[in-house]
């Protein structure tokens, strides 16, 4: 919220001495002072509000004229309370209202309507004045600039995080400055870097909007600066988006730029578009149709608040839309031209570890790239950069970066990286707030630790058997017990005393919850009905932690009224510094939670830094009244892990060295310096991770072990079909705890980060298969099997022998087996197979075979063919009986011998020691192609028919028979007797 701006010393002196005599003269005749203040937030403060702050109270300049000068926050309408005897901080309730004025230059409205600034802008230095005259009294704006204030640079539209320069001008001597976040009620000192002759110039970038104020002697002056919260982006596909989008991409989303917005692109013409408005809109985020501003039509533009049009451009051409904003009217304008900034490819923040891309736009020269990690001090930036005019740069940052880019024309453009920490492996609880337990059910307690507070300001405590109302709390065990039928006390009641008994009969007002603490009896937890929008409910503080540690920050949160409802709890928590800065990345908004869903866990994480006080508050979101009745508990602090990348290695063939990598941009940051790196490879066998030793060369060019600045380590590559070789790598300023955390040995008490875990494996290394045995080209005959054939492979991830397909006689390849006849028998062993078996068809087989590799590893190997050709062979048929048996004498009886197939004639064999029989006759046929065997028996014959005249790999078919003589019977020689 804007400080009120502070006039010359010698006016506040004149003003003191006027209000001192003023004092006087009440005092003396005991009339009651009239006191005037403005409500509405014109000057920053809460919106329409009947509880003025200081800074919205008029000062007495005279006997007849109060004035309130302060920067101009917003074009939001107010009014002006009157009131005897107000003071900051009380309720005047609304029948406070002034009225019955004129309205002067500078004012517009009228007595009891809403007021408005006219001619005065965000940004402006204002006084309105109060003139009496009588019983008349005027009330009019004047414009006002002070002998020593401060100038801001940008002075509107400040976006979180973006960086604002703030002077102290009329200075004539050494500035000393200070800053306040809770409307000036409280005032640190500033701890950043001030330049300038006198020190009147710091550069902040707060992340809430924040009072400066700067002293030089007795002169003070002070400053806000408004985080604006508004988006606003086009829709429409007029610059080459989706069409009617309410989910805007990046570059349809304005940039902040000094007084105004700007969205600039390479127009496509004939496009209507609208422009949208929303209360922190993000890229990517669904803006509603709803979201849709008016705008008042500028240059190059025409239409009306819906479909508008940009006149005077060409397809193709750059345009700028230029969206200003002037007591509550918006004017767009479209200028020719681009502009030079940093886009990013991922909307911001980003999570720890993403690939973030930078892109520094429009531009025809060469760019130099800077980043730092406070806006102030810079460093050339040293990663990989691309692109025609080295405009794309591909950072990995740990922790919020700016990075700047400086082009040859001079132009610079700066964009702020916030990151959310990604936390990894093990956790050390620093803070574990779970409230406690109770007596009863019903029992209730106030916040008394000295490390919490309640904001009493505003929050009174409800003892039990009392409502809860509107600005009320209490530790309880359940907020069933806080209110029932219909409310007993009256409006604006904001004493304890006056709170009514919980009735005994009617509808309970709120939820039947029971804490989150595991296992607790009674537990007990924090309930706030909350009051005013925006205002501080709660604060602990947590001491002695350590320095340098990445922190989760989370608690549980439930909606404390009844089942039924459906209106959300809104609440923001927030943590604060040593120094009562707020660290942006912890912030944690809690604002769609139901009563219906329970309870939910909100968790974020953030850097430590140097703070060993951290401060945890809890802040109103919503409105007063209905719901808004907030349950919080089990808020811890834990040290987590940041995770680190490490870059698997270049995969190699098994067997050959490979270098892993930890990915180091930033780690300076982390780290304050190159840290300690503990390598380690897990154990399959034990379940734990072993430490590899430390690299005896010390040279911070060899990775053979951990050691000091080792961001790599050579690994022989090994192939384990399942184990595979797993690493990760532990980093520290201090070995011993790299080392302690590498063996599960906590807690300890300084920053570590640890990567990510990444398997090693290695490539096929080449796969060889060769001819064990056999002849891969072979000849044979229809029925006859060939000769076994076998293979042999090898390799770190072959496991035998594999058949690929086949073709017969040339034709189409045949995948689903072997040719019928055929079988593959596996060695795993051996890594080989074994082809054999009988085909059964005539013709030319290519069957080829592979090696066999791990199932889901991709590994060449070699083809190698078996060819396969099936003759026809020769055919022996006989008939009659080749083997006979008959006396001698005997007629044989006819056998004949039919030759065919590929045979074109045969040959007779008898045994070795045996001629041909006399008796027998053996005729051959060549036109029949048959050989007959006929005559009589005389001797036994042991004979072998072959056929001759085949192909050379075909054996002769052969029929054997045996003819055997039996000898005849001689007569009995007959003797009688005589």
């Given at each position: 919220m804007n400080k009120m701006v502070q006039k010359s010393c010698t006016s506040s002196l004149l003003r003191a001495w006027l209000l001192c005599c003023l004092c006087c003269i009440v005092s003396i005749s005991a009339q009651a002072a009239t006191v005037f203040a403005i409500t509405g937030g014109p000057n920053g403060t809460?919106?329409?509000?009947?509880?003025?702050?200081?800074?919205?109270?008029?000062?007495?300049?005279?006997?007849?004229?109060?004035?309130?000068?302060?920067?101009?926050?917003?074009?939001?309408?107010?009014?002006?309370?009157?009131?005897?005897?107000?003071?900051?901080?009380?309720?005047?309730?609304?029948?406070?209202?002034?009225?019955?004025?004129?309205?002067?230059?500078?004012?517009?409205?009228?007595?009891?309507?809403?007021?408005?600034?006219?001619?005065?802008?965000?940004?402006?230095?204002?006084?309105?004045?109060?003139?009496?005259?009588?019983?008349?009294?005027?009330?009019?704006?004047?414009?006002?600039?002070?002998?020593?204030y401060i100038e801001a640079n940008p002075s509107a539209n400040i976006q979180l995080g973006q960086t604002v320069t703030l002077t102290a001008q009329g200075a004539d001597r050494n500035c000393t400055w200070e800053y306040s976040e809770d409307e000036g009620n409280t005032w640190y000192t500033y701890t950043g870097t001030s330049s300038g002759t006198y020190n009147n110039t710091i550069t902040v970038s707060p992340s809430v909007s924040t009072k400066y104020r700067a002293t030089a002697g007795t002169q003070v002056a002070t400053k806000e600066v408004v985080i604006s919260s508004m988006s606003f982006a086009i829709t429409g596909g007029v610059n080459g988006t989706s069409e009617w989008s309410t989910t805007p991409e990046a570059e349809s989303v304005f940039m902040p730029a000094g007084d105004h917005y700007e969205c600039c692109f390479t127009y496509t013409a004939n496009k209507k578009f609208k422009v949208l408005g929303k209360d922190g809109g993000a890229a990517g985020e669904d803006w509603g149709w709803g979201a849709a501003i008016n705008v008042t039509n500028g240059t190059s533009i025409s239409g009306g608040t819906g479909d508008l049009s940009i006149t005077g451009f060409n397809d193709g051409d750059g345009v700028c839309l230029i969206l200003t904003e002037q007591n509550g009217t918006y004017t767009l304008s479209a200028e020719a031209g681009s502009r030079f900034i940093i886009l990013p490819n991922l909307p911001n923040p980003?999570?720890?570890?993403?690939?973030?891309?930078?892109?520094?736009?429009?531009?025809?020269?060469?760019?130099?790239?800077?980043?730092?990690?406070?806006?102030?001090?810079?460093?050339?930036?040293?990663?990989?950069?691309?692109?025609?005019?080295?405009?794309?740069?591909?950072?990995?940052?740990?922790?919020?970066?700016?990075?700047?880019?400086?082009?040859?024309?001079?132009?610079?453009?700066?964009?702020?990286?916030?990151?959310?920490?990604?936390?990894?492996?093990?956790?050390?609880?620093?803070?574990?707030?779970?409230?406690?337990?109770?007596?009863?059910?019903?029992?209730?307690?106030?916040?008394?630790?000295?490390?919490?507070?309640?904001?009493?300001?505003?929050?009174?405590?409800?003892?039990?058997?009392?409502?809860?109302?509107?600005?009320?709390?209490?530790?309880?065990?359940?907020?069933?017990?806080?209110?029932?039928?219909?409310?007993?006390?009256?409006?604006?009641?904001?004493?304890?005393?006056?709170?009514?008994?919980?009735?005994?009969?009617?509808?309970?007002?709120?939820?039947?919850?029971?804490?989150?603490?595991?296992?607790?009896?009674?537990g007990g937890m924090l309930m706030a009905n909350c009051k005013n929008k925006g205002e501080l409910i709660y604060e602990y503080t947590a001491t002695d932690l350590c320095k340098n540690m990445y922190m989760t920050f989370s608690a549980w949160f439930a909606n404390a009224a009844v089942a039924s409802s459906t209106t959300p709890i809104?609440?923001?928590?927030?943590?604060?510094?040593?120094?009562?800065?707020?660290?942006?990345?912890?912030?944690?908004?809690?604002?769609?939670?139901?009563?219906?869903?329970?309870?939910?866990?909100?968790?974020?994480?953030?850097?430590?830094?140097?703070?060993?006080?951290?401060?945890?508050?809890?802040?109103?979101?919503?409105?007063?009244?209905?719901?808004?009745?907030?349950?919080?508990?089990d808020i811890q602090f834990k040290s987590c892990v940041p995770l680190l990348s490490i870059k698997p290695a270049l995969e190699v063939e098994c067997g050959e060295s490979t270098t892993i990598t930890v990915e180091t941009e930033g780690i300076d940051q982390i780290f304050d310096g190159a840290p300690y790196y503990l390598w380690q490879r897990y154990n399959y066998?034990?379940?734990?991770?072993?430490?590899?030793?430390?690299?005896?060369?010390?040279?911070?060019?060899?990775?053979?072990?951990?050691?000091?600045?080792?961001?790599?380590?050579?690994?022989?590559?090994?192939?384990?079909?399942?184990?595979?070789?797993?690493?990760?790598?532990?980093?520290?300023?201090?070995?011993?705890?790299?080392?302690?955390?590498?063996?599960?040995?906590?807690?300890?008490?300084?920053?570590?980060?640890?990567?990510?875990?990444?398997?090693?494996?290695?490539?096929?290394s080449p796969q060889t298969m060769v001819l064990a045995s056999g002849n891969a080209t072979q000849n044979t005959c229809l029925g006859t099997a060939i000769q076994p054939v076998t293979y042999k492979a090898d390799g770190h991830k072959t496991t035998g022998i594999q058949f690929i397909d086949y073709t017969f006689n040339d034709g189409e390849p045949v995948t689903t087996g072997l040719p019928e006849g055929l079988t593959l028998t596996h060695n795993a062993g051996q890594k080989s197979g074994t082809i054999s078996g009988t085909p059964t068809a005539i013709g030319d087989y290519k069957i080829r075979f592979t090696a066999k590799g791990i199932e889901g590893e991709v590994c060449e190997a070699p083809i190698l063919t078996l060819a396969i050709s099936v003759k026809e062979g020769p055919t022996l048929t006989v008939t009659g009986h080749a083997t006979q048996s008959d006396c001698v004498g005997q007629p044989l009886q006819e056998v004949t011998f039919t030759y065919g197939g590929t045979a074109t004639g045969v040959t007779l064999n008898v045994t070795a020691a045996q001629a041909l029989a006399k008796g027998y006759t053996f005729t051959t046929d060549a036109d029949a192609q048959t050989i007959t065997a006929t005559g009589t028996f005389t001797e036994t014959l042991s004979y072998t028919i072959s056929t001759t005249g085949q192909d050379a790999v075909c054996a002769p078919a052969t029929q054997s028979g045996t003819f055997t003589a039996v000898p005849n019977p001689v007569a009995p020689n007959i003797t009688f007797p005589e």
């Open positions: 809460p919106s329409w509000s009947t509880t003025p702050s200081s800074s919205s109270i008029f000062s007495q300049a005279s006997s007849t004229r109060y004035e309130l000068c302060f920067t101009v926050a917003n074009s939001e309408k107010f009014k002006i309370l009157k009131k005897d005897n107000g003071t900051a901080g009380n309720d005047w309730g609304w029948g406070a209202e002034f009225s019955g004025f004129s309205t002067g230059s500078g004012i517009s409205g009228s007595s009891g309507s809403d007021l408005g600034l006219n001619g005065f802008s965000t940004g402006q230095d204002v006084c309105i004045v109060i003139t009496q005259n009588g019983s008349s009294y005027t009330v009019a704006a004047e414009a006002y600039t002070p002998a020593f980003i999570q720890q570890g993403d690939d973030l891309k930078l892109t520094a736009t429009e531009t025809t020269t060469a760019c130099t790239w800077e980043y730092s990690y406070d806006g102030v001090t810079w460093q050339p930036y040293g990663g990989t950069i691309s692109g025609t005019f080295n405009e794309v740069i591909a950072p990995t940052p740990f922790v919020p970066t700016y990075y700047k880019v400086t082009n040859t024309e001079g132009k610079v453009a700066q964009y702020k990286v916030d990151v959310k920490i990604k936390c990894e492996g093990q956790t050390q609880t620093h803070l574990d707030l779970t409230f406690g337990t109770l007596g009863s059910a019903t029992a209730r307690r106030q916040v008394d630790n000295v490390k919490e507070k309640i904001n009493t300001n505003v929050y009174d405590f409800s003892p039990s058997g009392k409502e809860i109302h509107d600005g009320f709390y209490a530790i309880l065990a359940n907020p069933l017990y806080g209110g029932r039928g219909d409310k007993t006390t009256p409006d604006g009641c904001i004493q304890s005393a006056c709170l009514g008994s919980v009735r005994t009969s009617g509808d309970y007002w709120y939820n039947n919850i029971t804490d989150h603490t595991p296992d607790d009896v009674n809104n609440t923001r928590f927030r943590v604060l510094d040593q120094n009562n800065q707020e660290i942006l990345t912890a912030r944690l908004d809690v604002n769609n939670i139901k009563a219906s869903d329970g309870w939910k866990q909100g968790s974020t994480a953030f850097f430590s830094g140097e703070n060993t006080t951290l401060t945890v508050q809890i802040i109103n979101n919503g409105s007063a009244g209905f719901g808004n009745d907030i349950l919080i508990d066998q034990t379940g734990k991770w072993d430490t590899i030793a430390d690299d005896p060369n010390p040279s911070n060019t060899s990775y053979h072990g951990s050691g000091w600045d080792k961001i790599s380590y050579i690994f022989a590559t090994e192939y384990h079909p399942v184990e595979k070789p797993r690493f990760r790598v532990i980093m520290s300023s201090d070995p011993s705890v790299a080392k302690n955390v590498g063996q599960d040995i906590f807690p300890v008490c300084l920053n570590y980060a640890i990567t990510q875990i990444i398997d090693v494996d290695c490539g096929c």
